[in-house]
């Protein structure tokens, strides 16, 4: 089993804290506070990313266009 402690924070770190903290993420994807934490940790799970970048796609900056 890997040592979470000494892990370095994820990336979305600093996306959970634009959502309003552990908490207010947590209410929004409807799973307990401490899951969150551990996204911190691990990253957010890329089903939970995609829900979040429909729900609130201001704080993903636009999107790549696609050539036709």
Request: hydrophobic share 45%.
């Amino acid at each position: 089993m890997e040592d979470t402690k000494t892990k370095a924070p994820h990336g979305h770190s600093a996306l959970i804290d634009a959502l309003g903290g552990t908490v207010e993420a947590a209410k929004l994807c409807e799973v307990k506070p401490q899951a969150v934490s551990q996204w911190r940790i691990d990253g957010i799970p890329k089903a939970r990313l995609m829900f979040l970048r429909l729900k609130r796609p201001d704080l993903f900056g636009k999107p790549a266009k696609v050539a036709a």
